[in-house]
C-alpha cells in the first residue's frame, strides 16, 4: 500500500505562486503515474494534473500553462508548481497515484485571496 503526505499549501494573494510537495512511501514499487487532484467543499474532487513515470504531463484547461507537475524518483516525491494563482484555484490539494487510486492523504489547504 502506499501512503502520501502533502505539503506546502497556504495563502497566498492572486497572481503569486506556492509549490505543494507530495511525500510517497510504501510500495513505491508498483506506482507508475501518479496525479494531483483538488476539492472545494460542496463540490466533487478534480483531477488537476498527471504525470506518468516517463515525465510526460496532462493538465485541466484550466490550470495549463500556469501549474506545472513534477516528480523527484529519488526522493520519492511529487511536487505541483503553482503560478499566477487565481482565487478559484482556491481548494485542498492532494496527490495520488494514478489511474488506479491508494488512500487518501490529509491534502493541503490552498488559499488565493487578497
Known amino acids: 500500500q502506499v501512503q502520501l503526505v502533502e505539503s506546502g499549501g497556504g495563502l497566498v494573494q492572486p497572481g503569486g505562486s506556492l509549490r505543494l510537495s507530495c511525500a510517497i512511501s510504501?510500495?513505491?514499487?508498483?506506482?507508475?503515474?501518479m496525479a494531483w487532484y483538488r476539492q472545494v467543499p460542496g463540490k466533487q474532487r478534480e483531477l488537476v494534473a498527471t504525470?506518468?513515470?516517463?515525465?510526460?504531463?496532462y493538465y485541466t484547461d484550466s490550470v495549463k500553462d500556469r501549474f506545472a507537475a513534477s516528480r523527484d524518483n529519488g526522493k520519492n516525491s511529487l511536487y505541483l508548481q503553482m503560478n499566477s494563482l487565481k482565487p478559484e484555484d482556491t481548494a485542498v490539494y492532494y496527490c495520488n497515484t494514478f489511474p488506479n487510486l491508494s488512500p487518501w492523504g490529509q491534502g493541503t489547504q490552498v488559499t488565493v485571496s487578497s
Open positions: 510504501g510500495s513505491i514499487h508498483s506506482i507508475r503515474a
Open positions: 504525470i506518468s513515470g516517463d515525465g510526460s504531463t
